[in-house]
């Protein structure tokens, strides 16, 4: 409360400050209230560099400011700790490294937590899929307007980029250092699921 705003007169009951604690811990993301959410929080959280830390090194990231709904989602789930301890959990040798989604129940827990909802893509803003851009893969459900998974990314490890994906998955950041670490995880052996033998966990951080 600031000196100008009026005490007020009255104690608050305890019941009441314990709904207003409800309140706030319940609220939850969805399809309704995202975009606007995401709005006013980018406008307060401006962050655009962020640091992936892998057992085989970091990649630093850069994102793009004129991609405001991804890059602020991206910042709001770092800052609420989803990708700690997350995995690399679909990597495809020359063509890209994903991560964020993993089977595990402690990720079901934090989905649940943040809420259920997708972006609509931002794909007019001229970012190919060049070596080394951070994209966001579309939903598994079906789909039609691309509507993009809010938790997951995937890194262009593909040489001479993946152009096939322009216009489809919006790209809303770049790899500015760390590029060997995406080509060490690229090569990694995986499983039928294109998960690899030897698991990737990683952390993300902003770094600025």
Do not use: C
Request: glycine residues 6%.
């Amino acid at each position: 409360m600031s000196k100008k705003e009026k005490p007020i007169s009255k104690p608050i009951k305890k019941s009441i400050i314990q709904k207003d604690k409800e309140i706030v811990k319940e609220f939850k993301l969805n399809d309704e209230n995202a975009i606007p959410f995401l709005f006013e929080y980018g406008k307060k959280n401006k962050e655009n560099k962020v640091r992936i830390t892998t057992g085989y090194g970091s990649i630093d990231i850069e994102l793009f400011n004129d991609t405001p709904y991804h890059r602020a989602n991206f910042i709001y789930l770092i800052k609420n700790k989803y990708f700690q301890g997350e995995y690399f959990h679909r990597v495809v040798k020359d063509f890209i490294i994903q991560g964020g989604n993993s089977d595990n129940i402690s990720t079901s827990k934090k989905r649940r937590k943040i809420g259920r909802y997708l972006l609509p893509p931002d794909t007019k803003k001229g970012y190919k899929h060049h070596r080394g851009i951070l994209s966001m893969p579309s939903s598994e459900i079906e789909n039609p307007y691309k509507l993009a998974s809010p938790y997951e990314f995937f890194i262009v490890q593909k040489k001479d980029g993946a152009y096939h994906l322009d216009k489809n998955y919006t790209a809303f950041g770049k790899v500015i250092k760390g590029m060997n670490v995406v080509d060490l995880i690229s090569n990694l052996e995986t499983d039928k699921r294109e998960w690899p033998l030897d698991n990737v966990r990683f952390n993300i951080e902003i770094i600025e």
